[in-house]
């Protein structure tokens, strides 16, 4: 029995892997990350972990089986979160084959990279499989029996990686698994996923940096969590006695609208919403003077997607029993509060940064500073 606590997490940049770091770190484990070269800076979600003891960064690929071996062979890990995807629906119909690559195909390699370095009976690997499988959905809510219908390159590279997993379970009795977990949100969340764009730009228009939002399906229904809450779950799946999958959702529904709605009042400003489909708006009826009688959002056809998923709901009563999950901790409300409030500090933030740089250019041009 291997009592080291060693875990490696692919995708450890991005929203959840941030999180995850966090959390394993704080239960004492040294915590491991696959990172990619980029020109521009990325690492800004674990920029305050660089440097502690128990934080370490490699190099690597998911599309670069040898990268992943040898991280593997490095580290020697007792647990892997694969994280690391291309995870945008709306690009994967943009950019499948790399998104099939990455999402599918990546997630044979790590599981390949840990035969290889025969720590298959040593390890246990949590993939993170995600609530587009259910797609073009047969039964609301979704739980763990719902049959999967996907409905976008995204999700039919994560079903590649759902059964992968589940076949290395069985054909080599690895203890390997999924979480199906439903949207799960923060401030740290991509800036072109449908919550922090409304976030985002509520703050903005709030504080006169932004004319309007334009958006796509508004009725579009999801199970909206708070990621930090799911990283818990992650690990909680990766410590039962047996290898199991898990939804991991609140259970409780919103459409995009209401998600819209509730972050402009959090940012001072009430909507009233008027037309349909594409003719649908929000009208400022009550905020800042300047403000009242706008259309501030507006329908656009460019973020419509070729199919979209517009009923996902999960039912997390497994988790809740098996793993002693609690799907309430965050409320919708104190969810869009969290990221409201941080992103109308971001923007009053980089409104005082670009005053400094005006004043600055100002100062030199004058030759008041050298
Ligand atoms: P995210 O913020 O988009 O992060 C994705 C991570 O994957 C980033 O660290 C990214 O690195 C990395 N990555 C992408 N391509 C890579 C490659 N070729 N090699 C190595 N790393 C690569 O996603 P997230 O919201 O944290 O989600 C984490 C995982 O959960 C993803 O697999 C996603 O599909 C899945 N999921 C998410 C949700 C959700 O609601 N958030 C729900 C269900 C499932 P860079 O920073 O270099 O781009
Ligand atoms: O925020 P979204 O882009 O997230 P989506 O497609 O649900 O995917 C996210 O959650 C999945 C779990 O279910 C993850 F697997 C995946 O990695 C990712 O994290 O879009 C949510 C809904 C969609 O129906 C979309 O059509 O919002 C609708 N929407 C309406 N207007 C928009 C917009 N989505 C985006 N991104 N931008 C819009 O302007």
Redesign the pocket.
């Given at each position: 029995m291997d009592n080291r606590k060693v875990a490696l997490i692919?995708?450890?940049?991005?929203?959840?892997?941030s999180y995850l770091s966090e959390f394993l770190i704080e239960k004492g484990y040294q915590v491991h990350g696959?990172?990619?070269r980029?020109s521009v800076d990325?690492r800004e979600r674990i920029a305050h972990l660089e440097g502690h003891p128990q934080f370490h960064l490699h190099y690597?690929?998911?599309?670069d089986s040898m990268s992943l071996v040898k991280v593997v062979a490095t580290v020697r890990p007792t647990e892997i979160y694969n994280?690391?995807?291309?995870?945008?629906v709306q690009v994967s119909f943009d950019a499948p084959e790399f998104t099939a690559d990455?999402?599918a195909t990546?997630v044979l390699r790590v599981l390949e990279a840990v035969r290889a370095n025969h720590l298959e009976h040593e390890c246990r690997i949590y993939q993170?499989?995600?609530?587009?499988l259910y797609g073009k959905v047969e039964e609301v809510p979704q739980n763990e029996n719902t049959p999967f219908h996907p409905y976008s390159p995204y999700a039919v590279a994560?079903l590649y990686g759902f059964w992968i997993i589940k076949e290395y379970r069985e054909a080599y009795n690895m203890f390997c698994c999924s979480g199906i977990?439903?949207?799960?949100?923060s401030e740290r969340?991509?800036e072109t996923f449908v919550t922090r764009k409304i976030t985002l730009a509520a703050a903005r228009i709030a504080q006169g940096k932004q004319e309007k939002l334009l958006l796509g399906n508004l009725s579009s229904l999801r199970d909206w969590g708070y990621?930090k809450d799911y990283v818990e779950c992650m690990w909680l799946i990766l410590q039962q006695p047996e290898p199991e999958d898990f939804v991991i959702a609140t259970g409780e529904q919103h459409s995009v609208r209401e998600f819209t709605y509730a972050a402009f009042k959090a940012a001072g400003i009430e909507l009233r919403f008027e037309g349909e489909d594409m003719e649908e708006k929000g009208i400022c009826v009550k905020g800042p003077a300047e403000l009242v009688g706008k259309v501030l959002v507006e329908v656009s056809p460019d973020f419509y997607r070729p199919t979209d998923v517009v009923n996902l709901w999960g039912d997390p009563t497994k988790a809740k029993t098996k793993l002693g999950w609690n799907p309430s901790k965050t409320t919708f409300e104190q969810l869009v509060s969290i990221m409201v409030k941080h992103d109308m500090e971001k923007v009053a933030a980089e409104h005082v940064a670009s005053v400094m740089r005006t004043n600055l250019a100002e100062y030199l041009e004058k030759g008041l500073v050298k």
């Open positions: 692919t995708g450890v940049t991005g929203q959840d892997g696959i990172i990619r980029s990325y690597g690929d998911m599309g994280l690391a995807a291309q995870s945008h990455v999402d990546g993170a499989s995600t609530s587009e994560k977990l439903f949207n799960h949100e969340r991509g990621a």
